[in-house]
């Protein structure tokens, strides 16, 4: 578990993207999901165009 923590806190220290832009990634990747789960499940005005 040591390893691991060491392991995560070595990755974000390399990471460029300030909290702001992570959060903001994370924020679309979960509408993207969100989106799809209510596409799939034919939700009423979740039909996608194209």
Do not use: H
């Not at 992570?22 to 969100?34: D, F, P, Q, R």
């Amino acid at each position: 578990m040591e390893q691991l923590l060491k392991q995560i806190q070595k990755l974000s220290q390399q990471e460029q993207k300030t909290l702001e832009q992570m959060v903001l990634k994370l924020s679309e990747e979960v509408g993207e999901t969100a989106q799809a789960i209510l596409s799939y499940n034919k939700a009423s005005g979740s039909v996608q165009a194209g």
